[in-house]
Every structure is written in structure tokens, then in C-alpha cells.
């Protein structure tokens, strides 16, 4: 290298759960790590939801999206790899050494003998906004995108917009503490998990369909006190007062210049071997960015990705090291960290 960058054994793009999994298990194989993501903290998709309930991790209780983000960096951290956070990566070179030079938008660069990418739908996720003139104005103050913090809405009046697994969860989680929920939507289905749906319809949530939002109402110019819905057949329409509106429209993904690269992504995701690999030697992928004829689009499965595409670098780097590593009970890179928690097995 012509220029003093440190050289890595794995980079990481994305700290999502399928990222911050991958980096601790390269911490347990022994490989020099690094992390990077385009958002200002880790989490991912996570971040999104953090009050949502985590039901499906294996072994874990039902967990807030906050506390299962909390543990995810507990545990990424254990090993101490390299965080890199804020950078969009948008630029690749393949060296004459089979090394890669990653480069952001800003312009730094990142030198590494593999690539894991743990990137989601999309290096840049975007809400789908309201098509409303002036909405924009409220987004300071009652019109949300997303939730971060179900308190916001106690004793609240408030309506959601949509008809997906964001809107239904989010009526069911604020239903037993807002003032009131309504639900509107275009259409008389719904998108989200039955279960969830078949509990919305069961609670004290308002079900407005087929509705659609027409306009938004204000007497400061600050906030909306009133929205205005429209019957998307007949065309009545209504008023309701409203505290706080919600818009779950949708998110769209961009991956840059991500597709330039020759991994050959396609408009949701990218085909993988069933070992991570893609068209590229020396890259690999994970999780909701990947596809594979198996393919669990669970947390649970993103961790066993996690695992296949790690074991895959390795091997790339090390072809003569083990598949694998030892499960943890019997995995020497352990034997100190179980002494600090005060831990020591008596066949040591």
C-alpha cells in the first residue's frame, strides 16, 4: 500500500443484528475486525422499532427492540473489533493482492482482506412520506415517520395511517395507552401477521377501511389537531381530532453505487451460495440482504448466516483452518472472559 492504512481480516458494512453477530463470532475465530455503518449508531432495522416486542430470537425472552439492540452491542463489543460509524461505503477496488480498499462518500478509506456485507434492503432507508402539501411542516411536531418512544403517546388521541405489519403493531402496542388509536387504511386487508391483525380487531382500536388520509387541519400552524379522511368508494369524507398522526406508508432502500460492483444485486436482494459467497471471491453476505434457497428472514436466521459467511472468510483467508469453532463451553477464546465473570472449569 502506498498510503498507512491498517489492514483488517474481515469488514463488516452494516451494523444491523446480522452485522454486530458476524463481528462476534470474527472475534471468536481470531480475525482482526472492523465495522462499518452508515448510521450514527448501531442497531440497524432495529432502531426503528425500539419499543416493539422481540418475540423470535431463540432463548431470549419477549425483549424490547431497545434492550435486544443494548445486548447485541454487549456482546459485539466483547472481542473489541475496530467501529466505524457515520460512513457510507460507496466505492471498491480489488488490489493486485486479492486485498479490497473500501471507500466512502467522504473519502475514507478501509483496507481488508474480506468483505462481509450485512447491509439489509439498502444502504440508506427512507420513510415513504404523505403525499400532503405541507406536511412537512408537522414533522417537528405530531406527525411521525416512525416510533421511538411509546411514552410520547400516553393519553394521547391518535391516528395511524397504513395497513402493514408497522401500522397494525404499532395500534396494538399504543392501544392500551393512548387515549384512543384509529386506523386507517385503503384497502378492507390487511398486510401484517394474522395474529397481529386478529388482535388489533379484537381491542378497543378504531378500523377506518377503505379510508384514505385526505388532508391535515391546523389552528397554529405548528400541529394538526384535524384530519381529514376520505371513503374510497363513495368519496365522504370526515373530521377527527387527533393528538398525533403516524405514517406507515412504507420504507424504500437504496444501495448507491453498491451496484456497480458486479455482486449482481438484485431489486430486493442478492443471491448467495449456501455458503454466503457471492459472485465476487473474497465477499460475502448476510442476513435481509441475501437470498439462498433456505433462507429464514428471521433474526434467528440471520445469525446462522452470520456464522456460514464467517466460517467462509476464514477459510478464504486460512484454507487449512478448522470449518468451524468449537461451541463455547469448549472454546479456549473463552477461558479468560469466563474468569472475569468469575467462572473457571475445573477441567482447565
Request: aromatic fraction near 8%.
Amino acid at each position: 500500500m502506498t498510503e498507512n492504512l491498517e489492514l483488517y481480516d474481515v469488514t463488516i458494512l452494516g451494523g444491523g443484528p446480522a452485522g454486530m453477530y458476524t463481528a462476534f463470532y470474527s472475534g471468536v475465530r481470531e480475525l482482526k475486525t472492523k465495522v462499518i455503518d452508515a448510521q450514527h449508531q448501531l442497531g440497524g432495522t432495529l432502531l426503528y422499532y425500539l419499543d416493539k416486542m422481540v418475540w423470535d430470537v431463540g432463548g431470549i425472552p419477549p425483549i424490547t427492540g431497545k434492550q435486544l439492540t443494548e445486548h447485541l452491542i454487549q456482546q459485539v463489543n466483547t472481542f473489541e473489533p475496530t467501529i466505524v460509524l457515520g460512513q457510507e461505503i460507496d466505492d471498491l477496488e480489488r488490489r493486485d493482492d486479492s486485498t479490497f480498499v473500501l471507500t466512502s462518500t467522504a473519502g475514507d478509506r478501509h483496507w481488508t482482506r474480506t468483505i462481509i456485507m450485512a447491509i439489509g434492503f439498502g444502504g440508506l432507508r427512507k420513510s415513504v412520506k404523505i403525499e400532503i402539501d405541507g406536511a412537512e411542516r408537522y414533522e417537528n411536531t405530531n406527525l411521525y415517520y416512525s416510533v421511538h418512544n411509546l411514552e410520547d403517546f400516553r393519553g394521547k388521541r391518535v391516528l395511524i395511517s397504513g395497513g402493514g405489519d408497522s401500522a397494525v403493531d404499532w395500534a396494538n402496542e399504543l392501544e392500551p395507552i393512548a387515549a384512543s388509536v384509529t386506523l386507517v387504511h385503503r384497502r378492507d386487508q390487511f398486510k401484517g401477521l394474522e395474529r397481529s391483525v386478529s388482535n388489533m380487531k379484537a381491542s378497543s382500536v378504531s378500523i377506518r377501511t377503505p379510508y384514505r388520509v385526505e388532508g391535515f387541519h391546523s389552528e397554529d400552524g405548528v400541529s394538526i389537531q384535524q384530519v381529514n379522511i376520505c371513503h374510497a368508494e363513495s368519496g365522504e369524507s370526515e373530521q377527527l381530532h387527533v393528538d398525533a398522526v403516524i405514517v406507515c406508508h412504507g420504507v424504500t432502500y437504496e444501495y448507491g453505487r453498491i451496484r456497480e460492483w458486479g455482486l449482481g444485486i438484485g431489486k430486493w436482494n442478492l443471491d448467495v451460495t449456501d455458503k454466503m459467497e457471492t459472485a465476487i471471491p473474497g465477499i460475502f453476505a448476510v442476513g435481509d440482504f441475501v437470498h439462498y434457497g433456505s433462507k429464514v428472514m428471521l433474526i434467528a436466521g440471520a445469525f446462522n448466516d452470520a456464522v456460514l459467511a464467517l466460517n467462509s472468510a476464514k477459510l478464504y483467508i486460512e484454507p487449512n483452518a478448522e470449518k468451524m469453532a468449537r461451541i463455547s463451553s469448549e472454546n479456549t477464546r473463552f477461558n479468560e472472559l469466563n474468569r472475569q465473570l468469575g467462572v473457571v472449569d475445573d477441567d482447565e
